[in-house]
């Protein structure tokens, strides 16, 4: 287990992790997911020991390894924390052979030279390099460099594992084999481990909850589906790419509520809590479908139909982004071929249809 | 498409013009440079040198020499090697004064370093009561040689060795420091062999200055022969007694140099080759 508490770092002056807390289960995949700059590697560094936080609080598995606790100034060095960390840049040493790389860390723990090579060949045998031993890093491949490393930091048997976008190495072209190889290590493993990411796909395939950050601090934690339906945040759900529409929730209907955004009226499940408050509402590219036609099977007790107009057509490898201007900005992700049979263009004029219980709607100062 | 590949290949008169000035030049000045290096071993005829290498002035200043400037290049490396490294890996306040500090001996004019250290050492100088009391005088010895060479050559290993620890992949050490608690150990198996050429060629670089070191030497340390009489101070000495002696100095003096040329140029090529 990982536990950061109220963390706080800035470089001259500026801030780049303010009060972030953070708990990783044992043996849990949390992918540590947000745009370039946010502060991720700091935190990896953090709890690594490479870096010391100005406040708060760092426990593995329950010892606290870095914090002041009354007058005690607690700092555990990098290598007796239990750590395994697998950096960006893999950073293997490049003047020795894989096998000395995969060994650097078990000939610090003073065993048996024969100790030492078993544990090497087990370490090169579990990523499948036994015959690169004797090569150089500069002779192997991206992925297989990355094994290399991740083999060099379970080297000292270490509780927790941290990997910083080790897949970013990797030729573009080899990137989707090499996740899965990766997640059926990180499987077979059944560590502690936080994944650094800032493709969504990828925190997707390779963990069991989503960490989003953003400015300096952890915006939600939760399942995939949580994250994915239900954003606590406009920021998580932008990231993720949600649409996020400001309104004000006006009444309850029993079961929908009505909320006004941009002067047009949405329904959503009823929450009482939030009448009159003003609120996020989000909903899924996927959630939202788009006709020609006013009549589509809809009901408008519990469905949205909104009129808009295309504002902009983006082709995706396998759907096509609609972008429809309804008085408030919606992205809708539809099949190729349905954009194609509908021949529609911008400037079209289309209805826009979601039901009400695919909204997840919150308080917008919760945000 | 005749009439172009035509002026192309001949190019326009004044162009030709061009390139014989500026053919001249570099002919001009390659051999400014060339005949006064390759004129000297035309000095000596192969007979003299054995007599010359075994005259007793030529053969005390080659051993000084290379006593003096192997200790100082050694006590170099145990003070701008670690500070390099130090220099390179941490950021504190005044670092930048420091580091400007430290590469002053380089520019000063040899008199100057010779006059300063003078100042510091003398039995009256800022240091000379401390040296007083433990019975050591250092002017005038090998030890004053030791330390003039030491002080204008060492900046180019630290110098070097700077840059070489700056140009570090940092997660490269910061992988070994997760693995290993030792600094020592990261420093010898990691940090050291990643920064290797650029510390071999400083130090390559410090012993050359340091066997070249005339002025400061001559100020600080005197002109005893045997005790302070290096090489270069023998040659400018031997030039009124025994002439054909300075030559075959001189001579070592710039197949030394050479060697050290064509070593720092491979190790420099050979670094190029890695960074690829």
Redesign the interface.
Known sequence: MIQANSIAKSFSGKKIIENLSLEVKDEEILSLLGPNGCGKTTLL?II?G?MRQDRGHIYINGVLVSGVVGTRNVNV????RK???V???I?????MHIEDNVA??L??LHLSTQEVKKRTENLLDFVGLRDYARFYPSQLSGGQKQRV?LA??L??EPQVLLLDEPVSTVDPQLREPFRLELKNYLQALKMTVIYVTHNLSEAFIMSDRIAVMGNGAIEQVGSKTEIFDKPSSSYVAKFLGINAIKGKAIKNLGEVMEIEANRIQLLASAVPDLIGRNVIVTIKPDDIFLSKSSASGFSSETSNIIEGTITELVQMRSNTQVTVDTGFIVKARLPLNLVKSESWSIGDKVYVYFSADSLNVFAENSS | MQKILKRTRGGSLSDKFILVILGLIVLTYFLFVAIPIVGIFLKIEPNQVSAQLRNSAVINAIELSLFTSGSATLIAFVLAVPTGYFMATRDFHGKAILDTIMDLPILLPPAVAGIVLLYAFAPRGLLGPIFNRLGIIIPGTTIAVIIAECFVASPFLLRASKTGFERMDKDIINSAKMLSGSRLRVFFTVALPLALNAVISGTIETWARAMGEFGATLMFAGNLPGITQTMPIAIYVLLYSNPLGGVMLAIILIIISFSILIVVRLLEQKSLRIQK
């Not at chain 1, 950073?91 to 003047?95: A, D, E, I, V």
């Open positions: 560094n690594s490479l060095k990098p290598s007796d750590i395994g960390y950096f960006q840049t950073s293997l040493f490049p003047h650097y860390g000939k610090a490393a060099r930091s080297a000292t």
